[in-house]
DNA sequence: AAATCTGCCAACCGCCTCGCT
DNA sequence: TAGCGAGGCGGTTGGCAGATT
């Protein structure tokens, strides 16, 4: 039997992809937004499946992506919550605007995981590992039979003795449960600021407002759906013209800094025409 | 200097979920 | 309600770069 492959892999691409391939997908996505990742790599050009694209786009192309390496506090975030919500890497992800599944994924795997192994504590239970039978022991004892309520009754039973371990067993090394929310004011502002040049945002409302209230307005969460598409706000004033302007010089120049090529061809063409239409 | 080892991470694979018909 | 397809997710792998022998 087998299972239908998402697509027809012949004479599909795979591998790394090139800064050619990275240009086609960016231009695609910026003027046209996303439909169906399975129509976006022959509507844009490339020899990928829709998967691949969708991959490289949220990985890597997405112009919201916080670079760089995790920080102390990020990693003990991580650490709670991970004790909370198991390998539920998306999950975990949606608490680190600008971070991917897979960044997280990878850190864990490839260092969080040795850091709680030499303090002693199992990756898994996050306990110390010489207590990880005695609460196997424990679970069997209570739920003897369906596993699937002894797993819904170990992740309640996990949270709560997370949530003391937390503040018990390792004082410092975890933070409060409310702290976890907290977001980086670097990576809102510029969600807020990416949200508002793909029209997720009423761009009219916006032109109204005090340009410095405007910033402080979105919610953290990322959409793409139907949102990509800069032609949306495209100026029809010469009031909107120059707002635009300098909030898309003022976008280019905070997203450029972390950028590995110089990918956002299509917004500066819209700097242009701002300028020229002057 | 060459060979081998290790760590890291981008990308792939296949299963699951959800929405549509 | 079942079947199907697309998107989403987590586990795994391949290959590269730097470290070590």
């Known amino acids: 039997m087998g299972r239908q492959p998402c697509c027809d892999k012949i004479g599909l691409k795979r591998g ?4 050619e391939e990275d240009h086609k997908l960016m231009n695609f996505i910026l003027n046209n937004g996303i439909h169906c990742w399975r129509m976006v790599p ?3 050009g490339l020899l990928r499946c829709g998967k691949s694209c969708r991959l490289r786009w949220i990985n890597y192309l997405r112009p919201d992506l ?3 390496a995790l920080t102390e506090m990020e990693e003990n975030q991580i650490i709670q919550l991970h004790s909370r919500l198991g390998n539920r890497w998306s999950k975990i992800a949606a608490h680190f605007p600008g971070r991917t599944d897979n960044e997280i994924k990878n850190h864990w795997n490839t260092r969080i995981k040795k850091r709680l192994k030499q303090l002693g504590l199992d990756p898994v239970t996050h306990k110390p590992i010489e207590q990880k039978e005695k609460t196997d022991e424990k679970l069997e004892a209570v739920l003897p039979e369906s596993s699937s309520s002894k797993d819904e009754a170990a992740e309640s039973l996990e949270v709560k003795s997370m949530d003391n371990h937390a503040q018990t067993d390792f004082p410092g090394k975890y933070m409060k449960q409310d702290e976890v ?3 980086s004011d670097e990576t809102t502002s510029l969600l807020n600021s990416y949200e508002m ?3 997720n945002l009423d761009v009219g409302l916006w032109l109204n407002q005090d340009a410095n209230t405007t910033t402080n307005t979105c ?5 793409m759906e139907g949102s990509l598409n800069p032609s949306m706000v495209k ?3 010469l009031q909107e013209n120059t707002l635009q302007q300098n909030f898309l010089q003022q976008w280019v120049n905070s997203v450029d800094s972390f950028l590995p090529w110089d990918g956002f061809n299509h917004i500066e063409e819209e700097l242009l025409f701002l300028e020229n239409s002057q």
């Not at 790394?16 to 800064?19: N, R, V």
């Not at 919610?219 to 959409?223: E, Q, V, Y």
């Open 235 to 237: 100026p029809s004033s």
């Open 16 to 19: 790394p992809w090139t800064i």
């Open 197 to 199: 040049l793909c029209g």
């Open 181 to 183: 929310e907290l977001t």
């Open 42 to 44: 022959k509507l844009a």
């Open 219 to 223: 919610s953290p969460s990322f959409s």
């Open 66 to 68: 916080k670079r760089g």
